[in-house]
């Protein structure tokens, strides 16, 4: 059941990542709105079978009626969000670019700073946390376990925005992850591809121990 | 409930090194030689281009095996469609399929593999529009009538001006589309009425339930249920004699594999623990004894009704004679097994 007093979770990109983050957080008590880009209609059938409860909407309503965007559609394409639409919003970017799976892009390869902060320099009215991006798609239903429990699955966290973070840990721990602050959003770069944390599976004291020198 | 076997060539170990590439299709074409003695349903081939798996052109070993073997389907698992000719695959997997009597099919996929976009001269960034317009043209010239030439335009390709495409099969070949798991995929089989062949690689198995469902629903809406809409699983597994045996040969193999693969895509490797919650119960890893994987077939046919599933053995240097073996248990203990549990079902 919905609880209103959480923050209503967006979600850009119905795919892999995007149907299991969905489908997650639905099961938590979260309000989902859920997009792609050929629009709602066609995400009815998909809608209906898989995730009961979320709402079909337009790129544009996902982003004005959420409190949390969650961008889970292939990075290439980040500039075709409207960023006059995300003032004061947190953004989740769960995005990655992943060279030897989905191809060089030089706009990527030949950049100085992470993804998440080209990404934030885009949409620069929203608060971009970088985060849930090292954690295969799977993963998100499979290894989720109640706060603290054994085996707890911890997830790095990066942004600038102090509140916006504790939203978004505040989420991922709802989730049922064991959310590691890894401090401002440059540091992405240590959840990134190629780097010990991307698709590993760890505690949160291995994860800090792992990044302590870093941060 | 159909069982078979799926390689891309795993090449042996010798001494430190790798083996010879040749070595690999020779010990590819012996083990599909005895899937077909011990009474396998299904032997697939699936494209890669790298040192260890240097099953590049299934095509061809195809055809060999169709002159070699007796009753085993043959396919490719999977055809890299994206970097390929479609008019090439149609031609050589109609002249296999003709060489074996009808037993050969197409598994058409994406590929998790991506070193055929470099070699063929393709931009992964195309991936999905070059995997729609080949799948396209594929479909039509499997559906063309006997003499029926095709007149055809798409970007990726050159057109074609009311060319024949020879030799023909007497039958369509079977194709099948292929997917990890993005939904859409499991809704665009449905629309197209073709069977589907989910790559479950890891993570628990069941949550392929929903996409089954998905692919059901999907074709009730295009109006396109046939008994044409059939369900394969594709997942690593191996057999031997124990089930310790199995599972401690099994995690070398497959650990070495998801290592060098994480190498070379940066991911970090999955240790132990990884391995030992995958390779029981629902995980997707079903290494085990012949008892144990017989019973997880008939657990998994409960949820999704699959109509066939399908093991990769062969990877991290399995030595030949165990990859054989394990073969031989699928054939012989695993697959009477599993049919008498589904046959007493089905009354
Ligand atoms: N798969 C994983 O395990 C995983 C884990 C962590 C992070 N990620 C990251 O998550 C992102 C998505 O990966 P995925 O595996 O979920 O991909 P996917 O299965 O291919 O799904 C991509 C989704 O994005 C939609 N999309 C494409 N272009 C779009 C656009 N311009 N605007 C809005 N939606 C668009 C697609 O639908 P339409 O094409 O119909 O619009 C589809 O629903 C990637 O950046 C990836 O690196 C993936």
Known sequence: MVKNNLPRIGVIGAGRLGTALAK????????????????????????????????????????SKSDIVILAFPLRYYKSLTPQLFIGKIVIDAMNYWAPVEGDIAEFADATITSSEMVQQYLHDAHVIKTLNH?????????????????????????????????????????????????????????????RLFNARMSADSMKSQTAVRI | MELGVYSFGDVQRNGKKLGSTSEGITNLLEAMQIADKVGLDFFGVGEHHTSYFPASSPGTILAAAAATTKQIKLGSAVSVLSTDD???????????????????????????????????????????????????????????????????????????QDAQIVPQSDDP????????????????????????????????????????????????????????????????????????????????????????????????????????????????????????????????????????????????????????????LLGTVVAPKVRKALASGKK
């Open chain 2, 173 to 328: 070949l079977k194709i099948w589309l292929a997917t990890g798991g993005n939904p859409d995929s499991s809704i665009r089989a449905a629309a197209l009425g073709l069977p589907i062949a989910y790559a479950v690689i890891g993570g628990r198995i069941s949550r392929f339930a929903p996409l089954v469902d998905l692919y059901h629903a999907a074709a009730k809406q295009y109006g396109t249920e046939s008994d044409a809409l059939q369900v394969s699983i594709a997942s690593p597994g191996y057999i031997a004699d124990s089930a310790q045996d199995a599972k401690e040969t099994f995690w070398k193999a497959w650990g070495w594999t998801m290592t060098e693969l994480g190498k070379v895509r940066g991911f970090a490797a999955p240790d132990r623990a990884h391995y030992d919650a995958e390779s029981n119960h629902d995980g997707a890893l079903f290494a085990g004894s012949a008892d144990e994987i017989a019973d997880r077939i008939i657990e998994l046919h409960k949820r999704i009704g699959h109509s066939r599933h399908i093991f990769q053995m062969d990877v991290g240097q399995l030595p030949h004679d165990k990859f054989l073996h394990s073969i031989e």
């Open chain 1, 135 to 195: 954690i295969a798609y799977n993963e998100i239903e499979e290894h989720a376990l109640p706060l603290q429990s054994k085996g707890y699955r911890a997830i790095g966290i990066a942004g600038d925005d102090r509140d916006a973070k504790l939203t978004a840990m505040a989420y991922v721990e709802a989730l049922g992850f064991d959310g590691v602050d890894l401090g401002v959003l440059k540091n992405g770069a240590l959840l990134q591809p190629d780097t």
């Open chain 2, 86 to 160: 479609p008019v090439r695959i149609y031609q050589q997997f109609a002249t296999a399929n003709i060489i074996s009597g009808g037993r050969v099919e197409v598994i058409a996929g994406r590929g998790s593999s991506t070193e055929s976009f470099p070699l063929f001269g393709y931009e992964l960034k195309d991936y999905d529009a070059l995997y729609t317009e080949k799948l396209d043209l594929l479909l039509q010239l499997n559906n063309l009538d006997k003499n029926e030439r095709i007149t055809w335009e798409g970007i990726h390709r050159a057109p074609l």
């Open chain 1, 24 to 63: 997650q957080s639905l099961s938590v008590g979260y309000e989902v709105r859920i997009s792609n880009s050929r629009g709602p209609e066609s995400l009815e059938l998909l809608l209906s079978v898989l995730l009961p409860g979320a709402i079909a909407a337009t790129i544009d309503e996902t982003i």
